[in-house]
Structures are given as structure tokens and as C-alpha cells.
């Protein structure tokens, strides 16, 4: 007599979906490969890296905004100075301190030599928001003093707080 043959699905080859109901138990179990997307861990080491490099680069960058700053106020410091000399050249004589920047905008009483205005738009405060002191006769062996307070808008500083003038 020979031998039966006895057909018995395998449940782990490549014909494991024709197996019935146990080949799909067994994919189930089976780990699944990754598909797309990041696990906590590596969006925590991303954020870590972000974080540090935040770190370096704002303060560099904050710094370099404060540099800027100083270099429009001293700008306008030299904008304003030019247009009080083109005053002067036209009224043979300096704003008074009473009279102050706004001298360079709107013609002061009884004066037909005024030729301005001055400046196209208003007088501008230094980039800290504060308004720009002027005052005739100056005090820095100059004939009137223009000048920033920096920013913490008071006399003398350092660095940042310095003051910033036509001097």
C-alpha cells in the first residue's frame, strides 16, 4: 500500500492567506512594518536640536538689532543737523531752544525769511520712540546740541544707553 497524501495549509509561507481564518489570526500578531511618520522620541530630539540652536543664534541676532538701532539714530541725527544748517543758512540764525526742532516744520512768527519746510515729514523720534533734544547754544563746543538719550531715554549710558549726538 502506499502512501496518503494529506494536503495541510501552511500557516506561515506565502499561501498563508488561503489559509482561512488562523492565516489571518497570524498576520494580526505578526509586527507590522513601519509606515510613514516620527515616533515621540525623535520629535523630542528635533526639538532639543531646535532648542539649542534657538539658543546661539537669538541673542546674536537681538544684538545686531540694537546695533541697527543705534545707527538709525545716528542717521537721523545727521538728517536733522542738515536741515538746522539749511535753517540757519536761510534765517541767518539757529533755532532757539523754545522754538526746538519744530523751527524746521512750521515757520516761526514774524520770519519772511523762512524758506521750508525743512524736512518732508514730521520731525521723527529716535528709534526707541523718545524725541530727539535740541538745544541752542550748545553745550559740547558746538552751537546748538541734537542728541538721542539712547535707550533708555536718559542722560549718559553705555553701550545701548549711550548717548548719541551731532557732537
Not at 45 to 52: A, E, F, P, S
Not at 125 to 153: C, E, I, Q, R
Request: glycine residues 12%; contains cysteine.
Amino acid at each position: 500500500m502506499g502512501a496518503a497524501l494529506i494536503n495541510i495549509p501552511l500557516l506561515h509561507g506565502p499561501d498563508s492567506a488561503n489559509a482561512g481564518g488562523l492565516g489571518r489570526w497570524d498576520r494580526a500578531c505578526r509586527p507590522r512594518p513601519r509606515t510613514g511618520g516620527f515616533t515621540l522620541l525623535e520629535l523630542l530630539v528635533v526639538m532639543v536640536i531646535i532648542g539649542l540652536l534657538a539658543g546661539f543664534v537669538a541673542p546674536r541676532y537681538f544684538s545686531q538689532v540694537g546695533k541697527s538701532q543705534v545707527k538709525a539714530a545716528k542717521a537721523q541725527v545727521d538728517a536733522l543737523d542738515k536741515a538746522i544748517e539749511q535753517f540757519r543758512l536761510d534765517m541767518n540764525r539757529l533755532p532757539t531752544t523754545e522754538e526746538g526742532l519744530a523751527a524746521l516744520n512750521v515757520a516761526p512768527a514774524n520770519e519772511p525769511n523762512w524758506a521750508g519746510p525743512y524736512l518732508k515729514k514730521d520731525v521723527p523720534k529716535d528709534p526707541w520712540g523718545h524725541p530727539y533734544v535740541y538745544l541752542a547754544p550748545g553745550t559740547h563746543n558746538n552751537d546748538f546740541d541734537l542728541m538721542s538719550y539712547g535707550k533708555d531715554g536718559q542722560p549718559g549710558g553705555t553701550g545701548e544707553n549711550a548717548d548719541i549726538g551731532n557732537w
